[in-house]
């Protein structure tokens, strides 16, 4: 099946679970952050599983639902669970829910992820406004044919993560006394975390944080001219910082801890949103 009818069937069936709502925003939730989507009110939950062509989520700490509602006066639809590359997913998969969410009318997307700081100056904990990325490695999710009625061929990523919406979250931030760092993110497929000598490249490289998710998101949707903005949640200092191994307890852990502080810069971003980036 084409992939335009793919997406209708898609975007025909949440509608038909919405009662009318119209979600402006797409909110993605990373490793450890998904408690957030509790705070959604008037919510629609609806199982990734139910939705026709929908990919389903396999990581521990990853739900695998859209929750649609009421988030600071804003309808989002909220991603609790995202789908990683390194889960066997193509890179086409990875990115349908963003295709998805355009065909729904949605124009700002909020990426969010747990990240590992290759940034020696900051600390685990830290919260980081995507201000670039370095993407060496992986496929592009628009490599094959292109979608024309999605965007075109060849596409700016100059505005890949929105400059206003940047500069939107940095006031936010410093209003609510939440220090926030802005940074470069760098992509590696994962499942293993860096090694010590790829956390040095990637330092070398200008990088400030390295994950496993957010950069095919972040292209898909800059093909649709969506206006997005991602933060990074430093769970961890990447490996080879300090004398000690990497786990994903570590990044859920973290995740739990500055979870109230996320929340609320994530909120006061939404509620701030320009008119003009939805
Ligand atoms: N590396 C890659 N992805 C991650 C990390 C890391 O150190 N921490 C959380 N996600």
Same mark, same amino acid.
């Given at each position: 099946?084409?992939?335009?009818?793919?997406?209708?069937?898609?975007?025909?069936?949440?509608?038909?679970?919405?009662?009318?709502?119209?979600?402006?925003?797409?909110?993605?939730?990373?490793?450890?952050?998904?408690?957030?989507?509790?705070?959604?009110?008037?919510?629609?939950?609806?199982?990734?599983?139910?939705?026709?062509?929908?990919?389903?989520?396999?990581?521990?700490?990853?739900?695998?639902?859209?929750?649609?509602g009421?988030?600071?006066?804003?309808?989002?639809?909220?991603?609790?669970?995202?789908?990683?590359?390194?889960?066997?997913? &193509?890179?086409?998969?990875?990115?349908?829910?963003?295709?998805? *969410?355009? @065909?729904?009318? $949605?124009?700002g997307?909020? %990426? +969010? =992820?747990?990240?590992?700081?290759?940034?020696?100056?900051?600390?685990?904990?830290d919260?980081?406004?995507?201000?670039?990325?370095?993407?060496?490695?992986a496929?592009?999710?628009?490599?094959?044919?292109?979608?024309d009625?999605?965007?075109?061929?060849?596409?700016?990523?100059?505005?890949?993560?929105?400059?206003?919406?940047?500069?939107?979250?940095?006031?936010?931030?410093?209003?609510?006394?939440?220090?926030?760092?802005?940074?470069?993110?760098?992509?590696?497929?994962?499942?293993?975390?860096?090694?010590?000598?790829?956390?040095?490249?990637?330092r070398l490289?200008?990088?400030?944080?390295?994950?496993? &998710?957010?950069?095919?998101?972040?292209?898909?949707?800059?093909? *649709?001219? @969506?206006?997005? $903005?991602?933060?990074?949640? %430093? +769970? =961890?200092?990447?490996?080879?910082?300090?004398?000690?191994?990497?786990?994903?307890e570590?990044?859920?852990?973290?995740?739990?801890?500055?979870?109230?502080?996320?929340?609320?810069?994530?909120?006061?971003?939404?509620?701030?949103?320009p008119?003009?980036?939805?």
């Amino acid at each position: 099946m084409d992939l335009m009818e793919m997406l209708s069937e898609s975007k025909a069936y949440i509608e038909s679970r919405l009662d009318g709502r119209k979600p402006v925003i797409g909110l993605i939730l990373g490793s450890g952050l998904g408690d957030m989507a509790d705070s959604i009110e008037n919510a629609v939950v609806i199982d990734y599983h139910d939705i026709p062509h929908f990919p389903v989520s396999t990581v521990p700490g990853h739900k695998g639902r859209l929750v649609i509602g009421e988030l600071e006066g804003r309808t989002v639809l909220c991603m609790q669970g995202r789908f990683h590359y390194y889960e066997g997913y &193509s890179m086409d998969e990875v990115v349908y829910p963003i295709r998805t *969410m355009k @065909m729904l009318g $949605i124009n700002g997307l909020f %990426l +969010t =992820n747990a990240a590992g700081c290759v940034n020696k100056e900051w600390k685990a904990g830290d919260l980081m406004l995507i201000a670039d990325h370095i993407k060496l490695i992986a496929e592009n999710p628009l490599r094959g044919k292109n979608p024309d009625e999605l965007g075109s061929r060849f596409f700016d990523m100059t505005q890949a993560y929105d400059k206003e919406l940047l500069a939107v979250a940095e006031k936010a931030a410093s209003d609510i006394g939440i220090s926030v760092r802005k940074g470069v993110y760098m992509l590696f497929t994962g499942p293993s975390f860096e090694t010590a000598a790829e956390v040095r490249f990637a330092r070398l490289a200008g990088a400030d944080a390295v994950g496993m &998710s957010t950069v095919p998101e972040a292209i898909a949707a800059s093909h *649709m001219r @969506m206006h997005t $903005i991602g933060i990074s949640c %430093l +769970t =961890n200092m990447a490996a080879g910082i300090l004398d000690q191994p990497l786990n994903h307890e570590e990044v859920l852990e973290t995740g739990e801890r500055v979870k109230k502080t996320f929340s609320s810069l994530v909120r006061e971003i939404v509620k701030r949103w320009p008119d003009d980036r939805l």
